[in-house]
């Protein structure tokens, strides 16, 4: 049973930092992980994507977060990070971690989030 576990969230003045991290178990294969990635949830706003990155280290990067936002990972400990700096109060939000398997088809496992304020 796949689990992603986030972890890093909290309460930031405008211009901070946050470093976001997600820990996945229950794999089995790790060759099967296609990518895994960060989305966010805005109060009354759809889930979106924030960055994601690929097993070959490709990464992908909403336009909002680009310069700002550095994802990576960790193949050995299946883990990813989001680096978020110079954060905006329009950064606040629930993230949440992803990741697609791929085996037959590309299956999504969801974490349950964390939720990042950007207030003063």
């Known amino acids: 049973q796949v689990q992603l576990v986030e972890s890093g969230g909290g309460l930031v003045q405008p211009g901070g930092s946050l470093r976001l991290s997600c820990a996945a178990s229950g794999i089995g294969n790790i060759g099967s992980i296609y990518a895994m990635g960060w989305y966010r949830q805005a109060p009354g706003k759809q889930r979106e994507l924030v960055a994601d990155?690929?097993?070959?280290?490709?990464?992908n990067y909403a336009d909002s977060v680009k310069g700002r936002f550095t994802i990576s990972r960790d193949n050995a400990k299946i883990t990813v990070y989001l680096q978020m700096n110079s954060l905006k109060p329009e950064d606040t939000g629930v993230y949440y971690c992803n990741l697609v398997q791929e085996r037959l088809a590309k299956v999504d496992y969801w974490g349950k989030g964390t939720l990042v304020t950007v207030s003063s």
């Open positions: 990155i690929t097993s070959g280290g490709s990464t």
